[in-house]
């Protein structure tokens, strides 16, 4: 299982990954010229993109599908309420905001998200033994899916804002509310204490993804993680912290 992180962040998110000979993107929210040449870098063409996973139809996580999908015609997979915004898809499936579906060999659990959009959700991309959890652009995560949330080999999980920063912020009062709500997004302390919860024995690598540019530094999203991690003496091989502009290295387990 490969995994790499395309782009992150409140202006486009895109992520690459591989298992079980399925090559597919979580996202395109940024455009198909930018996907097309990150990909290239580690030697993957655009056209062996087998499938497009969607997590909401918020612009910047679906940026650059409509030309993507029109010049390589990508399966693209998403529920019928995201569907019935995303209408100009050629060659889609539909799924539903929870349960699971399977990519030829991939079991793929789908968690029903927070957030204010149709349908958002985040997955859980299972080869075999091996998984990866992707959630980002949620106010919370529901404790039901803690069970199947845990132990899991990689983590790309959002953690969006420095609470202090975004208080601190010039963002007007009702922005505040709606980033720090239900239906929002997950702060460092919050991401931090959910990884706490979800990390086990098998995890080895945790992406922190969608930081703001505005009310979040590198640092502290890393060091809040760090530290809660460590509190709780639970270890990790790295943790690695997304940017909007530059692909992340190259994780495999």
Same mark, same amino acid.
């Given at each position: 299982?490969?995994?790499?992180?395309?782009?992150?962040?409140?202006?486009?998110?895109? @992520?690459?990954?591989?298992?079980?000979?399925?090559?597919?993107?979580?996202?395109?929210?940024?455009?198909?010229?930018?996907?097309?040449?990150?990909?290239?870098?580690?030697?993957?063409?655009?056209?062996?993109?087998?499938?497009?996973?969607? @997590? +909401?139809?918020?612009?910047?996580?679906?940026? !650059?599908?409509?030309?993507?999908?029109?010049?390589?015609?990508?399966?693209?997979?998403?529920?019928?309420?995201?569907?019935?915004?995303?209408?100009?898809?050629?060659?889609?499936?539909?799924?539903?905001?929870?349960?699971?579906?399977?990519?030829?060999?991939?079991?793929?659990?789908?968690?029903?998200?927070?957030?204010?959009?149709?349908?958002?959700? !985040?997955?859980?991309?299972?080869?075999?033994?091996?998984?990866?959890?992707?959630?980002?652009?949620?106010?919370?995560?529901?404790?039901?899916?803690?069970?199947?949330?845990?132990?899991?080999?990689?983590?790309?999980?959002?953690?969006?804002?420095?609470?202090?920063?975004?208080? +601190?912020?010039?963002?007007?009062?009702? @922005?505040?509310?709606?980033?720090? !709500?239900?239906? !929002?997004?997950?702060?460092?302390?919050?991401?931090?204490?959910?990884?706490?919860?979800?990390?086990?024995?098998?995890?080895?690598?945790?992406?922190?993804?969608?930081?703001? +540019?505005?009310?979040?530094?590198?640092?502290?999203?890393?060091? @809040?993680?760090?530290?809660?991690?460590?509190?709780?003496?639970?270890?990790?091989?790295?943790?690695?912290?997304?940017?909007?502009?530059?692909?992340?290295?190259?994780?495999?387990?």
């Amino acid at each position: 299982m490969r995994v790499r992180v395309l782009s992150s962040g409140s202006k486009g998110n895109t @992520t690459y990954i591989e298992a079980g000979g399925v090559k597919l993107l979580i996202d395109l929210g940024n455009t198909c010229k930018y996907v097309k040449e990150k990909l290239s870098i580690f030697n993957i063409n655009a056209e062996e993109i087998d499938a497009i996973l969607i @997590t +909401h139809p918020h612009i910047d996580h679906v940026k !650059g599908l409509k030309v993507f999908q029109k010049k390589y015609h990508t399966k693209v997979y998403l529920t019928e309420k995201m569907q019935e915004e995303i209408d100009y898809l050629d060659n889609y499936q539909l799924i539903e905001n929870h349960g699971e579906f399977r990519i030829a060999s991939l079991l793929i659990h789908v968690i029903k998200t927070s957030h204010d959009a149709i349908d958002s959700v !985040g997955y859980i991309i299972d080869e075999g033994k091996k998984s990866v959890v992707y959630i980002t652009d949620t106010g919370y995560i529901n404790q039901k899916y803690f069970p199947l949330l845990s132990n899991k080999d990689i983590y790309i999980m959002e953690s969006n804002h420095d609470i202090e920063m975004l208080n +601190h912020s010039t963002y007007p009062f009702k @922005t505040r509310q709606r980033i720090l !709500g239900d239906k !929002g997004h997950l702060s460092n302390y919050d991401s931090a204490r959910y990884l706490k919860e979800f990390t086990g024995e098998n995890t080895k690598y945790i992406f922190l993804a969608h930081l703001s +540019h505005e009310n979040n530094t590198k640092d502290l999203a890393y060091n @809040t993680l760090k530290q809660r991690l460590l509190e709780e003496n639970k270890v990790v091989d790295k943790i690695i912290v997304t940017t909007q502009d530059e692909e992340t290295e190259e994780v495999c387990v």
